[in-house]
């Protein structure tokens, strides 16, 4: 089945002609990216950011200033920013992670809007409230060839979903995946186990802020400008919580689920519904958080968490 819908994954642009819908197939993947990138901390190991949006705003910044302003390679820049947002997430992490209750989900919040306070004001690098637009002549390559069109960019954030997946599952049963979800269901018994819960947590947010931070930077590239009011909003944050609360925290498969089924009526409603769409998708949402306390990958397995 996993295969199947591997290959129907690969499959989607050569069945799918329309312009629009192959954008929405590339948000849903890098929904999946996000969604799974933040269930390895706030899934697993129960600690629910609302700041991701700064590791975000890290990668697709560093990528468009290494590229239009800098001159540079934007691979360099993706690279310089999954650097950036682990040192930022280890040393939050580091800070936040010794103090127990809400301390590490506000410090979160207060990451990210620092970050956007600076981007607004540092005018000379960022180009503030304007953002950064990539001028006509500027083609990013890959392997010598050029990213043009959404068929390069839908198969590059589909393997930035894949790569978060499987990266997920593997922690899922490794040492750390066990610590993690140790720690989130009693952090006194696991350390008196001897489990360093700190470090577990800080090195559960590490790997998620880089791969936050990939995604951003491969965001960046396909819509060729970046803003504050575009990855560095609370709403962007929250967006990643959702598909992993949708689709089931502390899954493997639950935020591909919950990817493709927020992304899929986020569009629908948009469609159809204009101003609406907001109103219509919160209640969706609220009603899986109240009577799905699994997921729909819960639900469709019949049980709560796996």
């Keep these: 089945m996993k295969w199947m819908g591997l290959a129907a994954s690969l499959a989607v642009p050569f069945v799918v002609a329309d312009e629009y819908l192959l954008n929405v197939f590339i948000l849903i993947w890098m ?8 269930n390895i901390i ?28 800098w001159g540079s390679d934007p691979w360099l820049g993706m690279l310089s920013g999954a650097a950036l947002s682990t040192l930022a997430a280890a040393t939050v992490g580091w800070i936040c992670f010794r103090l127990r209750g809400p301390y590490f989900t ?4 207060a990451l990210a809007e620092v970050l956007r306070i600076i ?30 069109g959404k068929l390069p960019f839908y198969y ?5 979903a894949i790569i978060s997946v499987a990266l997920t599952a593997w922690i899922a049963r490794s040492r750390l995946g066990y610590a993690l979800v140790a720690v989130r269901e009693d952090q006194d018994a696991a350390e008196a186990l001897g489990v360093d819960a700190t ?17 951003g930077s491969v965001f960046a590239l396909y819509l060729r400008y970046v803003d504050p009011d575009t990855v560095l909003t609370l709403h962007r944050s929250v967006d990643m919580l959702l598909v992993a609360i949708m689709g089931g925290m502390g899954t493997v498969f639950g ?32 009603v899986v958080i109240l009577y799905l ?9 019949g049980k709560g968490r796996h």
Excluded at 258 to 270: A, D, K, P
């Design 106 to 109: 506000l410090s979160s919040i």
């Design 293 to 301: 306390p699994g997921g729909l990958l819960g639900a469709l397995r």
């Design 119 to 148: 981007t607004i004001n540092w005018r000379s690098v960022t180009r503030g409230a304007e953002g950064i637009l990539l001028a006509p002549d500027k083609i990013p390559m890959i392997f010598g060839q050029p990213l043009v």
């Design 31 to 38: 929904n999946v990216a996000l969604g799974s990138a933040w």
């Design 199 to 215: 470090a577990t947590k800080v090195l559960g947010l590490i790997v998620s802020a880089a791969l936050v931070s990939a995604t």
């Design 255 to 286: 935020p591909v689920l919950g990817g493709i089924v927020l992304s899929g009526i986020s569009e629908t409603f948009r469609a159809f519904t204009g101003q609406a769409n907001l109103l219509l998708y919160g209640i969706m949402v609220i």
């Design 42 to 69: 706030g899934g697993y190991g129960g600690q629910h950011s609302l700041g991701h949006a700064a590791f975000f705003g890290i990668g697709a910044y560093l990528t468009l200033l290494f590229f239009q302003e």
């Design 156 to 160: 590059m954030m589909l393997g930035i």
